[in-house]
């Protein structure tokens, strides 16, 4: 037997799970901030360093809030959970379910996530519901299972959630040993960027960080609220992880904008596929549509200067590339055939010079 692990082990007394309450967790956390050579900058002292969600354990940042939410719903007695999705958090919600012995009901968006996700709900033996209607259609169902049926409800508005996610501002500040200038991050439900400012906030409370970013909220131009301060009916974006019109932590998300001294800004798909192939081929990094808004955002600001000098700049990639193999696949050059032979393969190494 190893010892327990995982971020509610690592931040205990700054999380409000009852003393007792048995941890389920898969270890999620402690993802790297890997420094982004090609946007950091040596003569203007900008620094730029990609939080690497990605790596958590199905592969995005909900892990983080489901290990608090399905513990807390344990605790309760809860013996089903439910999530509206457009595919993580059925990932993670299907996995985290698994692993404490419970059900988990998710409601997705038919055709509109990413093959991945689809996967692991299916593989972790959730009860699969595709509905006709978009996220927002599936939230407001959900939002009121809770009073229809033995279920718990494992969306972002369930509190446990954003505590849980508050740990990765933790693990920024513990990494660098100090509070990042900026912080540019996706926003589609605004969980994320809720719970990001509260790590924070914490943080600079508790004398643990001296300062507090400045917060960029990221949106794709078609699901782009924020932007237009009001709900968008017919959200589209290739980023289909935020496709998504009436984001549910509204109120958060726009206090920690106004309180960080931050903005949202929007970057359209082809900037967002620009960026996510970017990240990969200058990188090493793959991740998903919905992370690369957070880096297209970082572009579009450094090349109009809105960075200063000598700033630390955080991006969060919230999931993984493999998620999405058909939007990577579509973006790239087809392979070279050929037959099997060694002239074939050598002419083809030899002509790429
Ligand atoms: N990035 C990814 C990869 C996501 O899956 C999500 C949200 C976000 C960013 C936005 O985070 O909602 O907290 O503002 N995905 C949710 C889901 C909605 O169902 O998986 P947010």
Not at 9 to 14: H, K, L, S
Not at 56 to 71: E, H, I, L, Y
Not at 126 to 155: C, H, R, S, W, Y
Not at 305 to 328: N, R
Request: a negative charge; proline letters at 5%.
């Amino acid at each position: 037997m190893t010892e327990a692990s995982g971020l509610i082990v690592r931040y205990r007394d700054r999380l409000p799970l009852p003393a007792g309450a048995a941890i389920i967790s898969l270890s999620e956390g402690d993802t790297p901030l890997v420094r982004l050579q090609s946007l950091s900058d040596a003569r203007r002292g900008i620094e730029v360093f990609a939080k690497f969600e990605g790596l958590n354990p199905t592969g995005s940042f909900k892990d983080r809030g489901m290990t608090m939410a399905v513990s807390m719903a344990v605790h309760q007695g809860a013996r089903a959970i439910i999530c509206a999705s457009t595919g993580n958090t059925s990932a993670s919600a299907a996995a985290y379910a698994a692993r404490a012995g419970i059900t988990a009901f998710v409601v997705i968006p038919e055709g509109k996530i990413a093959r991945g996700k689809l996967a692991q709900a299916m593989m972790h033996g959730a009860t699969v519901i595709q509905i006709t209607g978009n996220f927002d259609a599936g939230m407001a169902i959900v939002k009121k299972m809770p009073d229809e049926a033995p279920v718990t409800l494992v969306n972002s508005v369930n509190p446990f959630r954003l505590q849980g996610q508050k740990t990765a501002a933790f693990e920024v500040v513990d990494c660098l040993g100090r509070a990042p200038n900026y912080h540019f991050l996706p926003v589609g439900n605004a969980g994320n960027i809720s719970a990001y400012w509260m790590g924070y906030c914490e943080y600079a409370e508790s004398g643990l960080a001296n300062a507090r970013p400045i917060m960029v909220g990221c949106q794709a131009t078609g699901a782009a609220p924020f932007l237009r301060g009001a709900a968008v009916a017919q959200p589209e974006t290739v980023a289909t992880a935020i496709r998504i019109g009436n984001p549910q932590s509204w109120d958060l998300a726009l206090a920690a904008q106004r309180e960080s001294g931050g903005w949202f800004l929007a970057a359209d798909d082809d900037a967002i596929l620009a960026a996510q192939k970017y990240l990969a081929e200058n990188e090493g990094l793959f991740c998903e549509p919905a992370s690369a808004v957070s880096v297209a955002g970082l572009r579009a600001e450094l090349s109009r200067s809105a960075i200063p000098d000598g700033a630390t700049v955080i991006c969060t990639l919230t999931g993984h590339g493999l998620k999405d193999p058909d939007t990577a696949i579509a973006q790239s050059t087809e392979p070279i055939r050929v037959g099997s032979t060694m002239d074939e393969v050598r002419s083809v190494i030899l002509d790429s010079g």
